[in-house]
């Protein structure tokens, strides 16, 4: 999952003879870069490399630009050369982990999340990523772990109580399932209509629905015996999986 990209301009502090700055060709750079300039960007930030070859943010960003042209080898060598020259970067680890996200390398993914993570521990989108991609793997108990912290910082966040309802689902906790669906149905009442439309489950929004009002109309005490393990019964696991039309 990309963040949100802009590369800010340096602002130009001392001027060559030719009434350039130091960043004259990053600064050209940086604006074709955000106006969608790929190529112009890659070729403005070469040339700002020749004479500042120890510029890890430059390096990044013209990763940046090799990876919007879908020239991925290029990407990774920028990247990697921008953490050899800053090995706290953490920018720089979180585009390494997007890019092997891509090409579906996934367990080089969540290791690159994981060091983004280690050098900022509040990292939000590095959290939700790898939790994205340990679902991925099938390691829904890690993406559970994962979307809950981001609970902890947020708790208004409706999209990771989904993606954690969703990873519930795997696991068989159709009760924490419906739960997480229902606080994010309560957060933002587009979403699971968004969700379930965009991956063609017209059906399953519909069953979805009724359970989640099946749910909330219980009583409390009803809900704690749900979660104190009435669904380890397994005729009352197949009945709601019914009710829930596994879809995932």
Partial sequence: MKKFVFIFLILPLNLFANGHSKYYFYNSAAEKYNHHDYKGAVEGFSIFLVDNPNDAKAYMCRGLAWFNKNEFSNALSDYNKAV??????????????????????????????????????????????????KQDTKDYSGAINDFTKIIEFNPKQADVYLYRGIAKSYLGDYTGTIEDLSKADKMDSTILNTYFADNNMKEGLVKYKAAIANYNSTTQSSKRKMRKGVFNNPMNRIKFKKILFRIF
């Fill in 84 to 133: 050899e020259l800053d090995s706290t970067f953490i920018d720089a680890y979180f585009n390494i982990a997007d890019l092997e996200y891509k090409q579906k390398n996934f367990e080089n993914a969540i290791k690159y999340y994981t060091k983004t993570i280690e050098l900022n521990n509040k990292d939000v989108m590095a959290y939700l990523s790898r939790g994205l991609t």
